[in-house]
């Protein structure tokens, strides 16, 4: 008996119809979204399990703000006349913005040797959900871990001076700064190893960590080296947020934040999704 004689019949004993499924091409822009928030949601529940992931997340970066508010909190307020803890919380949460994507890279890479991105590949999934998905998985991330050090930085003085809707902003921008750095690694992750991987993250962190105005204001640096200071990209996003958060200039710093985010995507956006998708194919 064909399904239609059997709904058919069904019906006409009085039961109750069959459900209809409807189905969805996937390469709609609702499926996209759908299967992108699945995917989102599947990081997230391996990373919350990750004892390892909650300590970078949110351990780590705290307690790092903790030891230099007590070991050069005071020396660099006596120094510069501002206090210490607006650049140090901007500078906590963006170096945990980027320490993150590198282990959001290394699970990437895992999925590829476990096999696991070529079965999502054979499945009816979008195929631009894997990616998107991992972005939206590193922007809540970022979010959680940006909210947690804010916190610990209340405690130590950090204070909202600017309104509310700074304070929006201010948050946004570790945020921004964070699916911008991850498109970069991810593009990086697809054509390295694992070990070359984290080597070449932890210099591009070494120095934009040292080399910035979230310790020290630029005058402090050596005159030839000033201009590249002041205008590295984390440099920029702290001087938004200490102007978000303290006071000071924040249009022209913002503005180069942005720059700089939207820049880091153009270039390797491709590259990452065409690695993203060649891993993909090879694990399938």
């Not at 054979?122 to 991330?141: D, N, S």
């Amino acid at each position: 008996m064909s399904s239609v004689e059997t709904l058919e019949r069904t019906e006409v004993e009085g039961f109750a119809p069959l459900p209809r499924v409807v189905t969805r091409s996937e390469r709609a822009l609702s499926t996209w979204i759908a299967h992108s928030l699945i995917q989102c949601k599947r990081l997230l529940l391996v990373w919350a399990r990750d004892p390892a992931t909650t300590i970078q997340t949110l351990f780590y970066p705290a307690l790092t703000l903790f030891m230099f508010r007590v070991v050069l909190g005071n020396p660099i307020t006596a120094a510069t006349g501002i206090p210490s803890i607006y650049g140090q919380v901007a500078l906590i949460t963006l170096v945990a913005a980027m320490s993150g994507a590198v282990v959001s890279a290394l699970g990437f890479k895992s999925e590829k040797y476990t096999g696991l991105l070529g079965r999502f590949w054979t499945m009816p999934v979008h195929r631009a959900a894997g990616l998107t998905g991992r972005l939206f998985a590193e922007a809540v991330r970022v979010l959680v871990t940006t909210l947690f050090v804010i916190a610990v930085g209340l405690i130590l003085g950090f204070r909202f001076g600017q309104g509310p809707l700074a304070a929006i902003a201010l948050i946004g921008i570790p945020v921004l700064f964070g699916v911008g750095f991850a498109v970069l690694v991810t593009a990086l992750a697809t054509i390295t190893e694992g070990v070359m991987l984290v080597s070449i993250i932890g210099i591009v962190n070494s120095l934009l960590m040292f080399f910035n105005s979230g310790f020290v204001p630029v005058i402090a640096y050596p005159t030839w080296l000033q201009d590249m200071v002041a205008n590295q990209p984390m440099s920029c996003a702290i001087e938004a947020m200490r102007g978000l958060s303290y006071g000071g200039p924040v249009a022209e710093p913002l503005l180069k934040t942005l720059a700089w985010t939207l820049g880091i995507i153009a270039v390797f956006g491709y590259p990452a999704v065409r690695g993203y998708r060649r891993a993909a194919e090879t694990g399938a």
